[in-house]
């Protein structure tokens, strides 16, 4: 095993801190091809689908890879941008947002780099840059607000995978998640009634998270808690009475009993039920994606409307709002504390038999 040497250090300049920004990932391109090549990375990651690897490698490159990846495509299509995927254009955004605001907040020096956990820009490149930059401590901020081993997990292994090929290790901090963080709270809090003032109050709000296998949750993954405290404090901000607001969970892949109840399910049951108009707000994504864009925006309006239902809204995500920078820089900026003076520096010598 060889490892990655550190070339070119900068011994006399202050270093600076390194912040990774990590989320989910994307396809480089909205075709079949690209698509089956992020979801072949996406789907073999033990943390998203548990259990026998081998029965599983058979299910996914037997079945699941021939098929699903020219019907995701079609559904990417349906949201890329011209300047790609919007997940990656509004995550970049996010990067270089945070990058000033912590210019504008910290004393010393900071480099901001974005990573993504499955496609690109990989973590690894994203590492690297930061090496490149010298820094000698590392703050790693995934961006899911609800913690859970599938997504925050699952980015934990693949940075520590990554930093076991550096020969010298910088200091590492690793934000678990900010599901409760009041300005977190009040940014979304504050989106809801922005459109509310635009839109009018409808009748019921959805809050709707991606869900995740409920034996996971039965086996301790505390994302369920975490969703229930994030809607409860954001209705409790809105002052909103309990009959009106509802929690669910989307994107169900596979027929395994998942999180319940599912949102195509509500808001189908809310369409038949006679509740005639209705909002949904995805405060589990820090950037819009398919999953809010297609799935809720369009997918589940249809659900709603040919139920009975008569308006229907979808809430934006955060992505680079200013409340939602300003709140992350403050996160960052919290968890930078506390390191003492001295990051490891050393005096270059020159080891002797050298040349
Ligand atoms: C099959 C299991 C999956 C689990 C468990 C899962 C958890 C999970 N995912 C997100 C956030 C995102 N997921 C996105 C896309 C997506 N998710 C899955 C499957 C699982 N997710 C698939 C197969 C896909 C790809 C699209 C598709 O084929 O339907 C995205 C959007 C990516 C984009 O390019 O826009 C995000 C973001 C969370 C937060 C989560 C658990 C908490
Ligand atoms: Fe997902
Ligand atoms: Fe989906």
């Known amino acids: 095993m060889s490892f990655q040497n550190v070339i070119g ?17 994307t396809p480089d391109a909205p075709t079949t091809t690209a698509v089956r090549r992020y979801l072949t990375e996406f789907l073999a990651d033990p943390r998203v689908i548990e259990g026998p690897r081998f029965i599983w490698w058979l299910v996914l490159h037997g079945f699941i ?3 699903r990846p020219a019907r995701s495509a079609k559904a990417y299509q349906a949201v890329w941008t011209e300047h790609g995927s919007p997940l990656l254009t509004i995550s970049q955004r996010q990067a270089v947002a945070l990058q000033q605001r912590l210019e504008a907040r910290l004393t010393g020096s900071v480099h901001v780099e974005l990573g993504m956990r499955y496609g690109n820009p990989s973590i690894s490149s994203a590492l690297h840059k930061l090496r490149d930059a010298s820094i000698r401590r590392l703050l790693i901020l995934p961006l899911y607000p609800q913690y859970s081993g599938t997504t925050t997990g699952s980015t934990f292994d693949a940075v520590t995978r990554a930093l076991a090929t550096w020969r010298w290790l910088p200091e590492v901090r690793f934000i678990n998640q900010y599901h409760d963080e009041p300005a977190y709270i009040a940014a979304l809090v504050e989106s809801v009634r922005a459109y509310w003032a635009e839109h009018g109050e409808p ?7 991606h869900g995740i296998p409920k034996d996971y949750f039965l086996n301790g993954d505390p994302y369920h808690c975490q969703c229930h405290k994030t809607a409860r404090l954001v ?17 169900r892949v ?3 009993e998942w999180l319940k109840p599912y ?8 369409g038949a039920a006679g509740i005639e108009s209705t909002h949904v707000l995805c405060p589990g994504f820090a950037a819009d994606c398919l999953e809010t864009i297609e799935e809720i925006g369009e997918e589940n309006r249809q659900y709603f409307l040919k139920a009975g239902g ?3 809204g979808y809430i934006p995500c955060l992505n680079d709002e200013k409340a939602h920078m300003e709140m992350l820089a403050d996160l960052v900026h919290r968890h930078s504390l506390g390191w003492p003076e001295s990051a490891g520096q050393w ?3 020159v080891a002797e038999g050298a040349a």
């Not at 949102?263 to 809310?270: A, C, G, K």
């Open 9 to 25: 250090f900068s011994h006399d300049s202050a270093h600076p801190l390194g912040v990774l920004l990590i989320n989910l990932g």
């Open 65 to 67: 890879l021939r098929v």
């Open 203 to 209: 009748q019921r709000l959805l809050f709707s998270f």
């Open 235 to 251: 209705s409790e901000g809105l002052g909103l009475p309990r009959e009106r607001w509802q929690l669910s969970f989307q994107s």
């Open 254 to 256: 596979g027929n395994k």
């Open 263 to 270: 949102t195509d399910e509500t808001l189908r049951s809310w």
């Open 310 to 312: 008569k308006t229907y």
């Open 347 to 349: 005096e270059p010598v």
